[in-house]
């Protein structure tokens, strides 16, 4: 179907619809490149509703690095909303993009941003709409290539049959290199096997085609074995040597979206270590943007989309090296604009209240730290140490202050968990409310949101089971009855939510006939509450005749393979087994700034590293090729594993 | 100081509600670095205020907003550094420079004026307004409120069809305060499907500027 056809059909359908919005593109700062001149046409799918993808930052920076090479375009296509689906499908209209309403198909690579699980479902559908074989297997030359990235895809496995090929790592570099052999490839004509040969020798990709799993008797992972013997294994996941300047030119949408803001990256990765953390391990090693670089990209950002507000991003605030130096600077620089400036993920330390007071402009919400853990013992197992008594000094400092509400970040099910450690949330919840009382009174507010552990793949934490349904309810129950309080506002995790979210992320290969089924039967927006059928995944499980406890409830031993490690983050295996085997004995490890850990990152990036020395890595340096022997890194006080 | 901008919406900002036009026309002043007056007070207001709500889906050549900025400039010179910061789906007719006492904008509109195109093909002879215009009510009901729309049509006509041979009417409706007439309850009356009606706003009626029951 031509864009023009597409147009007109839209003309009746849109009117028709929730927030149309959210279909229309055309938006300021868009980009609209001549379709019939560019060679290279890429679409950035993000697989939930626009009001989410747009504020995703991947997409943005995506966006636009491809739209600034001349041989390439790059537009946007997000999931339609269910009244939009059925409108599509009833008039026959394809999934299209937003800025020129081709139709997906018409592109020559489909990009799709995984950054959680609850997508999966979404993306077959968008596969669906836009009228391409969801199954890598059934597509042809014909077809355009289809990859993903993102945090999910560091196990592919569950979408290892509906992908052709998957980024693992940071994009930045590697979508330049996929549109290069992909361009190259279409010109040769060659096979699309070809293709997806080509594609396997660029670091970075993995194609998952051209692997084999294999199980053991009782049904556990065995091993991967290639199938294509110049396809990498592992796969090394890929990083930017250096950020890259942050984008700067963000679409300014024409509806209100979650984070309808000026997103800036001031530093990727984080040293702090804490062993649930699915992105402090992957995002690893920890690199900084410079003081006066953000402050630019702030500058330029305000002149190019008029945003009210800006986020600055990071894992860990507190941890970027110039934290104090980079808000004096946002705070002179920017501070009669009327802004909302936001400095997530702080410390529980009174230096925080410091910063949050030098940035508060004119609103100002809550407050919000992440204890994660209510008892020392727990923050010590998860490496979160930090004293109750901090905690206390902090909040109650935060209420003196000025801040009326306190969000406080817990998490239930952690390893070894018992009920008094799920007990001791809701009385530290009572402490820090009545440390409040005593400053300012009953105005004293306090939110609680208390989330649910999911032992993540390539994290120190992936050998332990998940809570069965009935700890998590049991553990929710009590919560809920002992915060029932005015006052005190308490938020959960919906437990089938985790569930899933715990299948998906430790899923192998036969998870992807679960996917499909679970789809097939209506599984669809399972990030949304009102639309999340859990239903539709138990039966999926049931005709598949898998056991979704075996990926989820089962202690592991410390030698089982899991399906997920051809996929490398650069983290040593035995770094992890260590570090687990440290977190049973409730040892901590120190921000790894101060001490190098030996992780794994920096033999494995060592030439990266020694040729950019200095600040732009936190880790130790390494010195260039020629100065070294022997050993390949050789990192400050690497730490003799414990083995007792 | 304080503006009055005369302006269009158009195709692109079709579906940008009320508050999200004030959003973007607060944005559309920081790009154009303008400083923007704010109300006192906890949670200080840009001080932005549109005229009369254009219903999602509407386009208008005719909309109004007054914006207050901090620094006294010429209006020349706004209106240059307006330009470029424009989002697409605002197209500004004319800038001028207002009393800061005038009367608030929304108090100011009486009545409203729509061009109406029909996308459909119309059975029979289609419908008469002027039929619809000799009736003494027109009993209709709107979010579950039963009112009157006979009243609140101060004009009705058939205009000449579009290129396209689309049928084309204009209408006057009341726009006072409890007494707002829509343009899609017109069609809903004359017996078609308002959803197969394009509305595009041609004219809002101001206290000082009303005409003569005569004119129209």
Same mark, same amino acid.
């Given at each position: 179907m031509s864009p023009l056809e597409i147009q007109a059909r839209l003309e009746r359908i849109l009117p028709t619809?929730?927030?149309? %919005?959210?279909?229309?593109g055309g938006e300021y700062n868009q980009i609209v490149k001549p379709w019939d001149t560019t060679p290279a046409k890429v679409a950035l799918v993000f697989p939930d509703v626009y009001d989410i993808g747009m504020s995703n930052l991947g997409m943005a920076i995506l966006y636009e690095i491809i739209n600034q090479r001349d041989d390439a375009l790059a537009e946007r296509c997000y999931s339609p909303w269910s009244d939009m689906e059925a409108a599509l499908r009833s008039h026959a209209v394809p999934l299209y993009s937003?800025?020129?309403?081709?139709?997906?198909?018409?592109?020559?690579i489909i990009g799709f941003s995984l950054p959680?699980?609850?997508?999966y479902t979404n993306t077959l559908n968008i596969l669906d709409l836009a009228g391409i074989p969801l199954f890598s297997a059934e597509r042809?030359?014909?077809?355009p290539l289809v990859i993903a990235g993102g945090?999910?895809?560091?196990?592919?496995e569950p979408m290892h049959a509906f992908i052709d090929a998957f980024v693992i790592g940071e994009g930045e570099e590697v979508i330049e290199e996929i549109i290069d052999v992909q361009q190259a490839w279409r010109i040769s004509g060659t096979s699309r096997e070809d293709l997806l040969h080509r594609l396997s020798?660029?670091?970075?990709?993995?194609?998952?085609?051209l692997y084999t799993a294999h199980y053991e008797a009782d049904g556990t992972f065995s091993h991967m074995e290639k199938?294509?013997?110049?396809?990498?294994?592992?796969?090394l996941k890929r990083i930017v040597a250096k950020l890259p300047p942050p984008p700067t030119h963000f679409i300014v949408p024409y509806i209100d979206t979650v984070h309808n803001r000026i997103p800036i990256e001031?530093?990727?990765?984080?040293?702090? %270590?804490?062993?649930?953390c699915h992105a402090g391990m992957i995002t690893r090693p920890v690199r900084e943007r410079p003081v006066e670089e953000i402050v630019q990209a702030i500058k330029s950002s305000l002149q190019n989309t008029g945003f009210e507000e800006i986020g600055l991003l $990071?894992?860990?605030? $507190?941890?970027?090296?110039?934290i104090l130096e980079l808000v004096e600077a946002v705070s002179t620089n920017?501070?009669?604009?009327h802004l909302n400036i936001s400095l997530p $993920?702080?410390?529980?330390?009174?230096f925080s209240i410091e910063l949050m007071e030098k940035l508060r402009g004119s609103r100002h919400g809550g407050f919000t730290l992440a204890?994660?853990?209510?008892?020392e013992r727990m923050r010590e197992i998860i490496n979160k140490p930090i004293s109750t008594q901090q905690l206390l000094d902090t909040t109650r400092a935060i209420y003196s202050r000025g801040w009326t509400t306190i969000k406080l970040y817990f998490m239930i099910g952690?390893? $070894?968990?018992?009920i008094e450690d799920v007990q001791a949330i809701a009385d530290l919840c009572k402490q820090v409310l009545s440390e409040g009382r005593k400053v300012i009174g009953k105005k004293t507010q306090l939110h609680a949101g208390v989330s649910t552990f999911v032992p993540k793949p390539?994290?120190?934490?992936?050998?332990v089971p998940c809570d069965s349904l009935e700890q998590i309810q049991a553990k929710q129950a009590l919560l809920k009855r002992e915060l029932r309080q005015k006052n005190i506002k308490l938020t959960w995790t919906a437990p089938y939510d985790t569930l899933l979210e715990a299948w998906l992320s430790r899923g192998?290969?036969?998870?992807a006939e679960v996917v499909y089924r679970a789809w097939r039967s209506g599984?669809?927006?399972?990030?949304?509450q009102e639309h999340f059928d859990y239903s539709a995944w138990i039966k999926a499980f049931q005709e598949t005749g898998l056991d979704p406890a075996f990926y989820t409830h089962r202690s592991r031993l410390m030698d089982e393979a899991f399906?997920?490690?051809?996929?490398?983050?650069?983290?040593?295996r035995k770094f992890l087994t260590e570090d687990y085997l440290w977190s049973l004995r409730g040892q901590t490890r120190v921000?790894?700034?101060?001490? @190098?850990?030996? @992780?794994?990152i920096l033999p494995t990036f060592a030439e990266l590293r020694s040729m950019n020395p %200095?600040?732009?890595?936190?880790?130790p340096e390494v010195k260039p090729k020629s100065e070294r022997? %022997?050993?390949?890194v050789n990192p400050v006080d690497i730490p003799v594993v414990a083995s007792d | 100081m304080r503006l009055r901008i005369h302006f269009h919406k158009t195709e692109a900002m079709r579906f940008t509600g009320h508050l999200d036009l004030h959003k973007a026309w607060e944005r559309t002043l920081r790009r154009a670095e303008l400083r923007l007056a704010y109300s006192q007070g906890f949670h200080p207001q840009p001080r932005i205020n549109l005229a009369c709500a254009l219903p999602l889906g509407f386009t208008s050549e005719c909309e109004l907003v007054d914006i207050w900025l901090e620094d006294e400039m010429p209006v020349d010179q706004i209106q240059i550094q307006l330009m470029p910061a424009l989002p697409p789906g605002i197209m500004i007719t004319h800038v001028e420079d207002i009393p800061l006492?005038?009367?608030?904008l929304q108090t100011q509109v009486v009545a409203v004026e729509y061009s109406i195109t029909y996308l459909d093909p119309i059975p029979g002879?289609?419908?008469?307004p002027a039929e619809l215009l000799s009736a003494e009510t027109l009993p209709r009901e709107r979010r579950g409120k039963a009112y009157d729309l006979r009243p609140l049509i101060e004009a009705l006509e058939v205009r000449p069809p579009a290129l396209d041979g689309c049928a084309h009417w204009f209408v006057r409706l009341a726009a006072r305060e409890k007494a707002t007439g829509r343009p899609e309850e017109v069609v809903a009356a004359l017996g078609?499907?308002?959803?197969a009606a394009r509305y595009h706003r041609t004219r809002l009626i101001l206290l000082e500027n009303q005409p003569s029951p005569a004119a129209s």
């Open positions: 619809v929730q927030k149309p %919005g959210r279909y229309t937003l800025e020129t309403k081709h139709p997906l198909a018409d592109f020559d959680y699980e609850t997508l042809t030359k014909e077809h945090h999910a895809v560091y196990n592919p020798h660029i670091m970075g990709v993995y194609v998952p085609a199938i294509y013997s110049q396809a990498p294994l592992p796969v001031i530093m990727r990765g984080c040293t702090r %270590g804490c062993r649930f $990071s894992l860990s605030s $507190s941890d970027y090296t110039h920017f501070h009669d604009a $993920s702080l410390r529980i330390e009174s204890p994660e853990a209510a008892t952690h390893p $070894s968990e018992t390539h994290t120190p934490f992936q050998w192998d290969r036969r998870m599984a669809l927006f399972d990030a949304w399906p997920w490690e051809h996929i490398s983050t650069g983290l040593r921000d790894c700034r101060e001490r @190098c850990f030996a @992780c794994g %200095g600040e732009v890595w936190q880790c022997r %022997g050993a390949i | 006492s005038a009367p608030s002879k289609g419908p008469m078609l499907d308002p959803s």
